[in-house]
């Protein structure tokens, strides 16, 4: 795993624990230290997070731990599970193109590799965050919407909403593994039905496939701090 993507992981970790507490400026230097980088990953990190919603950037310098409650996140995440679901709808009803498809069907071969081992270790989250991001977008743009993508643009600024929010237990990699391993049936199962061009089942399946993050890892007993939001 890249420097900044492993202090993106750990940082991303450390604000869902209430390390950093909310409204509170955080630290360049300090970060650094603790996380034993230089100031230069740290400060690429900062501009990713602030992308993702969860720091905010203060007028005289720096930024701050934005405040979330766990309300919003299950708010946006429902919000990213419609859209997201609208655009396999669509895009199943008008038609996969051949190129999409095989696209698609390169992410998959590329997250299959990634379980092959049956295990995980931090290089393979940091490529598997890569794929995930791929296909989500992949979907997304070949409906050529742009409602639903600027939509999504928007939506994507709130706490753990974006499909690049990745959350990772990395004190229980093996149980990872597990919650990708189902992360993995879900987009083979999308991939299918937008082949078959059932636009109603590849909705469903997309809606369901942005809970992975927080309800599956819970399933697999992974110690995500955030509240349960499994209902």
């Not at 979330?68 to 919000?79: K, S």
């Not at 999308?190 to 809606?207: T, Y």
């Not at 496939?209 to 209902?231: E, K, M, Q, T, W």
Request: proline fraction near 3%.
């Amino acid at each position: 795993m890249s420097d900044n993507s492993s202090v993106v992981a750990r940082l991303r970790k450390l604000i869902s624990e209430g390390h950093y507490p909310p409204d509170e400026r955080i630290a360049e230097l300090q970060v650094a230290e603790e996380l034993g980088v230089s100031r230069t990953p740290v400060r690429l990190a900062f501009r990713t997070l602030e992308q993702e919603g969860l720091l905010v950037r203060v007028k005289s310098r720096g930024f701050k731990v934005r405040h979330f409650t766990e309300q919003d996140i299950v708010c946006a995440i429902e919000v990213r599970s419609v859209l997201e679901g609208l655009a396999a709808r669509r895009l199943a009803e008008q038609g996969i193109s051949p190129q999409v498809l095989t696209a698609l069907e390169q992410c998959l071969d590329d997250g299959q590799a990634v379980l092959a081992n049956g295990h995980l270790n931090h290089d393979d989250v940091a490529t598997w965050a890569r794929v995930n991001s791929r296909f989500h977008g992949l979907i997304v743009r070949a409906t050529q919407s742009d409602v639903i993508a600027d939509a999504l643009a928007r939506n994507n600024h709130l706490p753990f909403a974006s499909s690049d929010s990745l959350l990772v237990d990395s004190d229980h990699l093996e149980r990872e593994y597990q919650k990708l391993v189902v992360a993995q049936q879900h987009h083979v199962l999308i991939v299918q039905a937008l082949r078959g061009g059932e636009g109603s089942r590849a909705e469903m399946l997309m809606r369901e496939h942005a809970y992975i993050n927080i309800r599956y890892g819970r399933l697999f007993g992974l110690a995500y701090p955030l509240a349960d939001v499994s209902r």
